[in-house]
């Protein structure tokens, strides 16, 4: 039987940070001991920042630093844009935590879309596929990539990645990756994850945090309405793989079991 998504609480974003490191460092130590990469998905959003906050302090030992020479990193999403574009989530992350990564370390290995593709969404979507085709293995021999780690956002109407809801997108079944031309949140030309790729995955994080996500937390989690948004079909198909890092007034008036720290 499934079990159920982890809640955690925290009473603001620093504690939040905190917790977050030892669960992605954690995840990596699992990654590496099995393979010797460790594989993640990023969205975009406040997420990047929440990520420097609690990966760029350094560490006491291999085990509490972020090996970055062994990540490879994916983007859950990303809008069809310039790479350099305000839009991009690559220039998001690049700004708030790969640009601020020790000059003479080594660095992660980052899979970001291919200009030369923009001009047709569908081949962008075709290209970033075969990105991960060749990362995970042949298509052929391989239903779905594994990622070690999704690190996601939930945007307030419950969207996440750019799967939004009641979108045709959510039944995808056999892509992995799909282009979103009519995206309800601007720019509306993007490419996604698909929903069976994002609950594959061996864990699956959510960071969600400020009163502005109050009334969609209660909706995901006391709802049943909410399970059918995409945050919550994550939910209903990761089940105990998926873990959310909450604040407190993100998540109050929730009856949903919380771990409050």
């Known amino acids: 039987m499934r079990g159920r998504p982890t809640l955690y609480s925290f009473s603001d974003i ?20 099995r393979h010797g990469v460790f594989k993640v998905a990023v969205s975009g959003g406040s997420l990047p920042n929440t990520l420097a906050k609690a990966l760029l302090l350094p560490g006491n030992s291999p085990t509490d630093t972020a090996q970055w020479g062994t990540w490879e990193i ?9 790479l350099d574009n305000a ?15 020790p000059a003479d370390g080594p660095k992660p290995t980052v899979h970001a ?24 293995a042949a298509k052929d021999s391989v239903r779905l990539p594994i990622f070690d780690l999704l690190l996601l956002g939930c945007g307030p109407d419950g969207h996440t990645c750019s799967l ?4 045709t997108l959510l039944r995808e079944v056999d892509a992995w990756v799909v282009p979103v031309f009519d995206s309800p949140k601007s720019p509306p030309q993007r490419i996604t994850l698909t929903l ?3 609950t594959h995955g061996l864990r699956i994080a959510f960071v969600a945090t400020g009163e502005s996500k109050r009334a969609i937390m209660k909706k995901i989690f006391d709802t049943e309405e909410g399970q059918g948004l995409p945050c919550g079909l994550v ?6 793989r998926v873990s959310w ?17």
């Open 164 to 167: 939004f809801p009641q979108h």
């Open 113 to 136: 879309i291919s200009e030369q593709c923009l001009p047709d969404i569908q081949d962008l979507a075709n290209q970033y596929e075969q990105g991960l085709v060749n990362s995970f």
């Open 74 to 82: 994916f983007f859950a999403d990303e809008r069809a844009v310039p």
């Open 14 to 33: 620093e504690v939040l940070a905190t917790s977050l490191r030892s669960y992605i460092l954690s995840a990596q130590k699992a990654s590496l001991d």
């Open 245 to 261: 890092f909450t604040d407190q007034s993100a998540v109050k008036d929730i009856s949903y079991p919380q771990l409050v720290n």
């Open 196 to 198: 069976p790729v994002i």
């Open 87 to 101: 839009d991009s989530n690559y220039k998001l992350l690049k700004e708030e935590l790969l640009d601020k990564l």
């Open 235 to 240: 939910n209903h198909g990761g089940g105990e």
